[in-house]
């Protein structure tokens, strides 16, 4: 299992994103969080098996009825130490 952090652009704050991908994710039992950044992104970052990293990112993809995913880039985390209490909206 890997800490992967992604950054979703796009139009994706006041659509009701963070809560759709809290949703989905809580649903698979995933840990982790969303955000929302300054610059108009949305930060998530959870833990995943690789197996689970295409699936996941279709998820982001699809997002909220209201969003418009433009791009999504992610990086794997070398040290995770954040603690995560099932998937949650951060602010």
Known sequence: MNAYRFIITGKVQGVAYEKSIQQVASLGQLKGFVKKLKDGSVEVVVDLDECQLDEFTSVLKRG???????DITYEILQED?????????RY
């Open 64 to 70: 909220s009825s209201m969003s418009e995913v433009e």
């Open 81 to 89: 130490d954040l603690l995560y209490d099932g998937f949650e909206i």
